[in-house]
């Protein structure tokens, strides 16, 4: 089993930055592909980034290529989001999850292991 930690989030002006952090228990992180999710008021969980085990694959959703970067740390078993040129747009609670395999997808139902997610707001 994997247990996930995130934190960094918190209140930010529009164009600002924010870097999530997501902690992961157990001896075998680096098995598994990870992911970035947020969700919105009232609005579905989405996909927002996924990597590869190792991390030498990323893909990320329209909404935030160019302004969001994702990386790992296989030895302190943790992933990070880094987020800049943030908009209102991008407020929402951002959760970090596994997936045991090697690749990332990005449904929802495709990942087996979840933080209790991250708060990021986003002020105009």
């Known amino acids: 089993q994997v247990q996930l930690v995130e934190s960094g989030g918190g209140l930010v002006q529009a164009g600002g930055s924010l870097r999530l952090s997501c902690a992961a228990s157990?001896?075998?992180?680096?098995?598994?592909?990870m992911g970035w999710f947020r969700q919105a008021p009232g609005k579905g969980r989405e996909f927002v980034v996924g990597?590869?085990?190792?991390?030498?694959?990323?893909y990320y959703a329209d909404s935030v290529k160019g302004r969001f970067t994702i990386s790992r740390n296989n030895f302190q078993n943790t992933v990070y989001l880094q987020m800049n040129s943030l908009k209102p747009e991008d407020t929402a609670v951002y959760y970090c999850?596994?997936?045991?395999?090697?690749?990332?997808?990005?449904?929802?139902?495709?990942?087996?292991?979840w933080g209790q997610g991250t708060q990021v707001t986003v002020s105009s």
């Open positions: 999850a596994a997936r045991s395999g090697g690749y990332y997808y990005t449904g929802v139902n495709e990942y087996d292991y």
């Open positions: 157990g001896r075998t992180f680096s098995s598994y592909a």
């Open positions: 990597t590869t085990r190792s991390g030498d694959s990323t």
